[in-house]
């Protein structure tokens, strides 16, 4: 059969999709069945919504109080640390007496998701506004969860953004007609992470509400880092959020089609059963810290900052229908603007090292300064990321990220200590660590200072239908997620942006930017101890076995990948390195970091797979997919 009669159904297809619309009697009509469910009735009828205290929501309020318009006053909390993450986000939904406002990429049905999930509900029903915006395309595939969560409470709303043909599921099918259909609106997605209480506190950063963000697959999971911020910064999280809710993009579950149907079709009400959870001693834990005041105290209140300028920034919605307005790229103008300004360091955490155009120019003008900043880059190997495709395009580039902007680059392991002490005191049970004791006081290290998605991977990291590579060692196995910057020790960033050219152009971003060189430091620490050599492995220059051979190699690799297509000469100009037993850690461009370092290959600990091998043609010919990949 020719591609122009496998094209013709699936263009049909996208006709009949796009014309198969709601009327307004349909919409009408299950509103009246989810208005009519019994079981909606509020559980508290007191002013403050039964809510339970909370000292991370009190701070923030007294911060609030604090400020004055010329004086303002936030509280700032750096979140590396998953367990306590977690009990942030319970305790600051479970204090909520007005308003809970989240936002979010990905929620799976796992224990986190469903965690999450119902202590929203319970909110809701104790009288709590609570508004849930999550992208489409990576939230919520069950109908049945939607029709329940239609259903549960008036004070419950839940909306997806941007869904494909107005779906909340997107079948394989659906999923080609989209992209052949309306590429630039379906390739646009919502990639913001925010929870926000009483528009006076919120957490963003780079979790999703899924497992493996919080420490809690058994397999595979990610180094991730939140802020924790409240005070005036809230009012600016709640603009930015009303931005997005009233947006046409985001559409209430009564206007997607097939939910539509789904309630029409069913007017028994679904309830809302309890969580049926795989670890309910874990998730039974992680409720106790969050109700443990002196618990809080020792892993999040201890480290809370009381900070003047702090800044919320988002990309407006649908940001590429207006692609020569800044404005909706409000958060990528911004730390384009951070690191512009570098004088002596910039330290950059990105799970994908694919720059921007933008990007490329502004960390060329910043090597040619005398003396330069130094760049030092925390990213992920082949063997810890599960976008190898996307790693395939970081690899290309190899040289110029060394030579051009001179790139310290050290690329994470998939055993990574720092990641593996996380995990372990994430999972540890309660009785093996004094209660209100932080890690450094109980003998521990893990993240604190000195220092599946079920759909087509086309986008990024997207579980269990997008492994990473197979490796030749064995154990549970480590992606870095954290997206951070800081710059000259004076101001960071906490967020969702990648740095790359999805961020820059396509999905929707936002972040927390702090200007306190105490948490500067913080977020520094953090990043730095994932680039020591027990974490990741170093990128540096190759050095020739064979003089003569060994530059003329160096030289067809440099023109090589210069190419747009067909890069296809195999002896890159750089490669990893594993420290010697006995050394101390030297950057690349040190005199003895060859007698310190050993070459350990271009792809450390991966087996020979046909990921590799896509790999390996990504690099050849993938350069024009960037924004794609």
Not at 96 to 104: C, F, K, L, N, W
Not at 429 to 453: L, Y
Request: charged residues 25%.
């Amino acid at each position: 059969m020719s591609s122009r009669r496998l094209l013709l159904p699936v263009l049909l297809l996208t006709a009949l999709l796009q014309g198969c619309t709601l009327s307004r009697a349909q919409i009408r009509e299950a509103g009246a069945i989810v208005a009519a469910s019994p079981g909606r009735a509020d559980t508290c009828q007191q002013a403050d919504r039964c809510a339970a205290p909370s000292p991370l929501l009190a701070a923030a309020q007294q911060a609030l109080a604090d400020s004055t318009p010329g004086h303002p006053i936030n509280t700032v909390t750096l979140l590396d640390d998953s367990e306590a993450a977690l009990a942030a986000r319970i305790s600051l939904i479970r204090a909520a007496q007005h308003s809970i406002d989240v936002q979010t990429y990905i929620w799976d049905e796992d224990d986190i998701g469903q965690l999450v999930l119902n202590e929203l509900v319970q909110a809701a029903r104790r009288g709590v506004q609570v508004h849930i915006l999550a992208d489409q395309l990576f939230s919520f595939g069950d109908l049945g969860l939607l029709d329940r969560l239609a259903r549960v409470s008036p004070n419950l709303q839940v909306k997806l953004y941007n869904p494909t043909f107005r779906d909340a599921q997107t079948p394989p099918l659906e999923f080609a007609a989209g992209i052949l259909c309306c590429f630039m609106k379906f390739n646009q997605r919502m990639h913001n992470k925010l929870l926000l209480v009483d528009d006076t506190i919120g957490i963003t950063g780079g979790r999703n509400y899924q497992n493996r963000y919080f420490n809690w697959d058994p397999d595979f999971d990610y180094l991730d880092r939140d802020v924790m911020a409240g005070g005036p910064v809230g009012r600016e999280m709640a603009d930015s959020f009303a931005l997005f809710w009233n947006h046409k993009r985001s559409v209430p579950l009564i206007r997607l089609r097939d939910v539509n149907r789904r309630i029409r079709s069913d007017k028994t009400p679904p309830g809302w059963p309890a969580p049926h959870y795989t670890d309910p001693a874990r998730v039974a834990r992680a409720q106790a810290e969050a109700e443990d005041p002196d618990w809080l105290a020792a892993w999040i209140g201890d480290d809370t900052l009381r900070v003047s300028q702090v800044n919320y920034f988002s990309d407006l919605p649908a940001k590429t229908d207006e692609p020569t307005k800044r404005s909706a790229r409000e958060l990528t103008a911004h730390l384009m603007r951070m690191v512009a300004d570098a004088k002596h360091e910039v330290v950059l955490q990105t799970p994908y090292l694919v720059l921007s155009k933008r990007a490329q120019d502004i960390f060329k003008r910043l090597h040619k300064e005398t003396p330069p900043p130094r760049i030092v880059v925390s990213t992920n190997s082949l063997a810890a990321t599960d976008a190898f495709a996307v790693y395939g395009l970081s690899y290309k580039h190899r040289r110029r990220y060394l030579t051009e902007y001179g790139f310290q680059i050290h690329e994470l392991k998939p055993h990574a200590d720092s990641a593996a002490e996380a995990f372990e005191e994430a999972n540890e049970a309660q009785d093996d660590r004094p209660a209100g004791r932080s890690v450094a006081q109980a003998g521990g290290k893990g993240r604190r200072f000195p220092g599946n998605e079920r759909r087509p991977g086309v986008f990024g990291s997207h579980g269990d239908r997008y492994r990473p590579a197979p490796l030749r060692s064995t154990g549970r196995r480590y992606s870095l997620h954290a997206k951070s910057m800081v710059v000259d020790d004076r101001f960071a960033m906490v967020g969702s942006h990648n740095f790359d050219p999805r961020s820059d152009h396509y999905n929707t971003e936002a972040g927390v930017i702090v200007y306190d060189p105490r948490f500067a430091g913080e977020v520094r620490a953090s990043i730095l101890e994932d680039t020591l050599p027990q974490n990741a492995w170093t990128i540096a220059r190759r050095e020739p076995t064979i003089p003569v051979l060994g530059a003329i190699s160096q030289a067809i690799g440099n023109v090589s990948s210069h190419l747009p297509l067909f890069d296809l000469w195999p002896f890159r100009y750089a490669t990893s390195y594993e420290i010697r037993p006995g050394c101390a850690p030297l950057a690349p461009d040190d005199p003895k970091f060859h007698e310190c370092y050993v070459p350990v290959g271009d792809f450390p600990d991966v087996a020979i797979s046909p990921k590799l091998i896509y790999t390996r043609l990504i690099t050849a010919f993938g350069a024009g997919v960037k924004g794609i990949l």
